[in-house]
C-alpha cells in the first residue's frame, strides 16, 4: 500500500509519465491528478453506472470509500448501535452516512466549526457537539448513559482520538483513519486495557473498491448519498482557490473539472 500508493512508481518500477527534459513524474496515489491525461493499471478500473454523473465519483476512490468502508465494512454496526464520529470533513460525514444506512442511533457529530455541524445534522447525525464550546466525552456519556458503542476519529488530533477513546462504553470499539502529525500518549491501562476497549486503524475503509463503489453509486443515486451537498467544481486553472478553499475549512471536498466538455 505504502509503495504502490506513495512510492511515485508502479509495480514494475516505472513511472509511465515523463517531463519534456525527461525527468520522472511521480506516479502519486497510482495516478497523478492533476495531469490533463494519465496511465492507470486496468487493475484499479470500477464500473460505474453510465448514467452517473462521473464528476461526482473522484472522491469515492479515497475518502468517501474510506468513510464509509470503515463503518460499513471495519466497524459494522447493528441496528441501534450508538457511533460517534470525530471531524464531520468528507471522511467523517462519509462514515455518518454510512452509519444512518446501517441505522445506527444516535449518530453524534464532533467538530469545531458550526458550518460543518450544521451540515452534518441535515445530512443526518442525531445529536451535533462543537467541542470548542461542550466537552464531547461528558455530553456523549449523556447521550448515550453507558457511552458510545463506536466511534470513528478522523481529526488526526490526539486530545481528539483521546476523547474517541473516553466516550466509549466497555467493550466500546474506536476506528482511526486520520493521518496525524502529532504523537499521542496515553496510557495503556486507564485508556484502553480498564474497559475492555479496542483502538484500530483502518486503511480505505477495508474495501474492495470494484465492490464498494459500485454500491456506493447506488446510494448516491437513490438520495442516500448527497455528495452534491459536500462537494464544489473547480476548474483546473483554479486548483490554488481549491487548495485554499479546502485547507481554511469553507469547502469540505473541491472536485477538479479537467474535461470540460464532459456531459452525462
Ligand atoms: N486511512 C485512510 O485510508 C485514509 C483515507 C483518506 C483520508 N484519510 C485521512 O482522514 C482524515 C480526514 O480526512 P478529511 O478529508 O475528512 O479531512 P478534513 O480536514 O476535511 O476533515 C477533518 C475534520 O476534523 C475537524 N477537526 C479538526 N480538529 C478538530 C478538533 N480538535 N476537534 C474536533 N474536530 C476537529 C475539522 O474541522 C474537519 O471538519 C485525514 O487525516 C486524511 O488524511 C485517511
New binding site residues.
Partial sequence: MIQLNYGGKNQYGDTPLTTEENQDVSLFFGQSSFATYTTVDENNIVKVDKDVDLRYLGPFG??I???SG?VLNSINPEPGNSIVV?????????GMLAAKIAGCYPIIA????DS?LKLAKELGATHIIN??SED?VEKIKEITGKGAHYSFE????P??TL?ALHCLRVKGICA?????KRDLTFNVFNDVVANSLTLR?????DAVPQLIIPKLVTFFKNGQFPIEKLVKFYELEDVDRAFAD??N?SV??PILIIDKSYQV
Avoid: N, Q, Y
Wanted: proline fraction near 2%.
Fill in positions: 479515497c475518502g470509500m474510506t468513510g470503515t470525530f471531524g464531520t470533513g468528507a471522511v467523517g460525514l462519509s464532533v467538530d469545531i466549526h460543518r467541542s470548542k464531547p478522523t481529526t488526526g488530533v486530545e481528539v476523547a482511526t483513519v486520520a493521518v496525524g486503524g483502518v486503511i480505505e475503509g479546502s485547507s475549512g469540505i471536498k
